[in-house]
Nanobody, 124 residues
Framework: QLQFVESGGGLVQNGGSLRLSCVVS????????IGWFRQAPGKEREGVSC????????VYADSVKGRFTISNDNAKNTVYLQMNSLKPEDTAVYYC?????????????????WGQGTQVTVSS
């Protein structure tokens, strides 16, 4: 059973930056792809980014390409999401989630373990 502690969310102005952290316990990152998802009020949850447990490859949603960067620190069992050039439409609750031994090609339903989320609010 994996558990997550997400942090780093907050209120930031349009164009600002935040770095989200997801500390994973219960397993090493070697066995799980870790994805970041977000859900804005009144909208469905969507995938933002993912880092693969197989080859370390990364995936980004088109809406965040060039602005967000996902990375991991295996020594700290932590996955980060660096978010730059934030826009009001990035406002959402951000969740990290784990998918066993994945290249990040799986759908959201395959992510078995989920964190509680951290709120990101971008003011205009």
């Amino acid at each position: 059973q994996l558990q997550f502690v997400e942090s780093g969310g907050g209120l930031v102005q349009n164009g600002g930056s935040l770095r989200l952290s997801c500390v994973v316990s219960g397993s090493t990152l070697d066995y799980y792809a870790i994805g970041w998802f977000r859900q804005a009020p009144g909208k469905e949850r969507e995938g933002v980014s993912c880092i693969s447990s197989i080859d370390g490859g990364t995936v980004y949603a088109d809406s965040v390409k060039g602005r967000f960067t996902i990375s991991n620190d295996n020594a700290k069992n932590t996955v980060y999401l660096q978010m730059n050039s934030l826009k009001p439409e990035d406002t959402a609750v951000y969740y990290c989630a784990a998918d066993y031994y994945s290249d990040c090609s799986d759908k959201e339903v395959n992510f078995e373990f989920w964190g509680q989320g951290t709120q990101v609010t971008v003011s205009s």
